[in-house]
Every structure is written in C-alpha cells, then in structure tokens.
C-alpha cells in the first residue's frame, strides 16, 4: 500500500472526522450483513442510481428510513417502483449514536445524535465512488460510515475542491469512519477496492459493504 496511508489507529485525518479501526466485532459484522441481506430485496430492491445524466452508479444502494436517489430524498423510491422504503430500525439508530460517541470520545455528542436514514452501498471488485459532497440534507448533523467485506482506500478531501489536497486512508472490514463539524461537507470517494481481502469472520464471502447513516432534517 502507499506510504500516504495512515496508521490503523484512532486517528482524526481532519478537524471533525475521525478514522477508528476495528470498530465493529465479527459478532455486529455478521448481524449488520444478515439484515442487509433481507433489505435488498425488499420492500425496495437495492438498485444501482441512475445519475442525471444517465449513467449508471456502479454501487448498488438501498436505503433505510428515507430513499436517497441523486440529489433528493423521498419516503418512496420513485426511480425503483415507487415502493415505501423499510424503516431505519433502533438499533441501528443506537448504533449510530455509540459511533459518535466512540468517534468523538463524547457521551453528550452520540446522545444528541438522531440518524433517520442509512445509505447501504454494496461495491463488487469493479465498484468505485467519485469524490462527492453528502449535501443533500437540510442539517450538518455528522456523517456515521461502516465499513465491511474487503479492504478499500477511502479518500477523504476538503470542502472547496474534489481535487488535492486529500487524504486515502485504508478501511478494512469493521472500520468505522465518522465525518462532521469543519469536515462535514468535504468531498470524499472510493477510488478502489481490494477483492479477495474480506475476512471470513464477518460474514461475507466477496464484496464490500458500506453504510452511512445520516440525519436529513426532512420532515
């Protein structure tokens, strides 16, 4: 790997974000793949987006609590049969406030926390995320992202450019990655993904998964 990457530490790569290896045990790994398992296919089957100029992302994505499709969210999934999105269950809500906890070294910040949905995205060997903002929500509420399957660089930018100045950082399977404050609305991407690098233990065979969970402001 490049000498770029960092160390697999708790470590904040930037004001407000927060890399914490390890993070999820293969126990939470194996139950968070089980339920994905049954969210993508249905009451919304996961779906790669359709961008608006017509190409195709190359992640497959379902959603929880709201459905996300470029640039908008809504409680149905108009651009995937118009289904009611399955709600983001409470323990995957506890979940998210003990990330900002252990991400911040803050009980009071994961309290204050109230995600009300989750992007799951599952990347195959030749998946791959461009540098983008997560702007569509109407609050600057952090960003929680869950990592789990094979290994990937997650590039992690500022707010002005999708260009450098940028850290890659690897995650691994249970890594968690948390983005807010100064660093909430930095452009971030997965330019790789290294197959064959899942460990068994958590429950997926080849692939990666990542969540995000998010809070919209939407009412």
């Not at 969210?73 to 269950?89: F, I, M, N």
């Not at 998210?96 to 195959?124: H, Q």
């Not at 791959?128 to 569509?136: N, V």
């Not at 399957?149 to 707010?159: E, L, S």
């Amino acid at each position: 790997m490049s000498g770029m990457l960092l160390p697999r530490e708790h470590n904040e790569v930037a004001p407000g974000a927060v890399h914490v290896p390890d993070w999820l045990d293969g126990a939470e790994q194996r139950r968070i793949v089980e339920a994905c398992r049954r969210w993508a296919v249905g009451p919304v089957p996961m779906r790669s987006a359709r961008l608006p100029g017509g190409r195709r992302m190359s992640v497959q994505t379902v959603c929880l609590g709201w459905h996300w499709q470029p640039y908008k969210y809504s409680r149905t999934a108009d651009d995937a049969g118009g289904g009611q999105v399955a709600e983001l269950p409470e323990w995957m809500a506890e979940l998210g406030r003990r990330a900002v906890s252990a991400a911040y070294r803050d009980e009071d910040a994961g309290r204050e926390y109230c995600p009300d949905t989750a992007l799951i995205n599952y990347y195959d060997d030749a998946a791959a995320m461009g540098m983008h903002q997560d702007k569509d929500e109407k609050t600057d509420a952090p960003v929680v992202s869950l990592s789990i399957g094979d290994n990937c660089v997650f590039r992690f930018g500022n707010t002005e450019t999708r260009t450098k100045p940028y850290t890659d950082v690897e995650l691994h399977s249970g890594d968690l990655f948390v983005f807010g404050g100064p660093s909430r609305f930095a452009y971030h991407g997965v330019p790789k993904t290294y197959p064959g690098t899942s460990d068994p233990e958590c429950g997926m065979k080849q692939g990666r998964i990542n969540i995000t969970m998010r809070r919209t402001g939407m009412e």
